[in-house]
């Protein structure tokens, strides 16, 4: 052998000719390699990126695009079940936190959307002859949304951790007409049954979103800015549960799924695991129903209920077990569809 193969064979006896020829720093291959093999991957990071490939970067920017210039283009009625659509997608991706990725099945989902709503309303609604309300600022009022629905979750969760299956569906139907047996019985609250209470105030940041706004040639009314308020939130929420899923929590949730006790034995601590897949899950549902009372105006006791959580459910079978974008896909097709043919 001559000496100028030696550094050659040397650098791949030493594992860096990959690195020198074809992979670069990151573990991302380099494109005249990859063509026509987009799945090849010489690291785990590289493999576990959220968009690690061109096509879904290109797409994602794409839908990112139409999903901004959507309502400028539509009628405000279109608007309007869009963002159903996409507070449902909010919901349901926290449903799929939990069913999906983490096993449990719920059907208690609505209850925790209640909470969410009620919570908003206080925080940001105005008082009324017999409700509560602060009259705070959105930015206060969602937040706190999911944080009281999340630790309510969290007060549910070691009852619910305990049993699996049916029997933890039934817990959950249980918990469910519980939470609107209370709904109907704490005026103060919710305004009793059959009357209910207003919301909270679109004012987020100080900013009124009930008036209408220009942006250069562009007009925002009021149903657009709650669009984009609620379209923001889905990017964010969504990038967050990829962002988790993707690490150990998610190596986790899927461990507990597949077989409980065989993730019980290699070191993942059931409690914990589903503990925090049902307290993540009641917190998305707690935003998802904040913003589904300032949608619809007005909310009562009774829309809290078991159709509610079966529609949620719906839209994680329909986009798909364990996935993002299947349940931002399953949202879209339970509300669209309907909507498309009811019009």
């Known amino acids: 052998m001559s000496l100028i193969d030696k550094p050659q064979q040397a650098a791949r006896l030493t594992g860096q000719s990959r690195r020198l020829n ?6 991302h291959v380099h494109r005249k390699v990859r063509r026509g093999r987009a799945g090849l991957y010489t690291s785990y990071a590289a493999d576990q990126a959220i968009w690690n490939t061109p096509a879904k970067r290109w797409w994602a920017g794409v839908l990112v695009v139409t999903a901004v210039a959507a309502p400028f283009l539509i009628a405000a009625d279109l608007t309007y079940l869009l963002t159903m659509a996409v507070v449902y997608a909010i919901g349901g991706i926290g449903l799929n936190l939990l069913t999906g990725y983490a096993g449990q099945v719920s059907l208690g989902h609505a209850f925790f959307l209640g909470i969410g709503a009620y919570t908003a309303a206080i925080v940001g609604g105005n008082a009324g002859p017999t409700t509560w309300g602060l009259g705070l ?79 250069g040639p562009l007009h925002v009314p009021p149903h657009i800015s709650l669009y984009l308020l609620a379209l923001a939130l889905l990017v964010v929420l969504g990038i967050g549960a990829r962002n988790l899923v993707r690490g150990r929590y998610g190596r986790a949730f899927a461990a507990v799924r597949d077989r409980d006790i065989a993730a019980e034995v290699m070191g993942v601590n059931l409690l914990r695991t ?21 949608l619809v105006g007005r909310i009562n006791p009774e829309a809290w209920n078991l159709f509610l959580s079966i529609d949620f459910l719906a839209v994680v079978v329909i986009g798909g077990i364990a996935t993002i974008s299947g349940t931002i896909i399953g949202a879209c097709f339970v509300v669209l569809l309907p909507g498309s043919w009811s019009s």
């Not at 074809?22 to 573990?27: A, L, T």
Request: aromatic fraction near 8%; hydrophobic fraction near 55%; charge should be positive.
């Open 22 to 27: 074809f992979e670069d720093v990151r573990g």
């Open 137 to 215: 600022d959105l930015a206060l009022a969602l937040p706190a949304a999911a944080i009281v629905a999340g630790l309510i979750g969290l007060i549910v969760a070691p009852l619910a951790t305990r049993v699996r299956g049916l029997y933890l569906a039934v817990l959950t139907l249980g918990l469910l007409i519980l939470g609107e047996h209370l709904f109907k019985t704490l005026t103060p609250i919710t305004g009793g049954q059959g009357v209910g209470r207003s919301v909270a105030n679109r004012t987020l940041f100080g900013v009124d979103l009930t008036a209408t706004y220009a942006i």
């Open 274 to 294: 589903k503990t925090l897949a049902f307290t993540l899950s009641s917190a998305y549902a707690g935003i998802a129903g904040a913003l589904f009372s300032i």
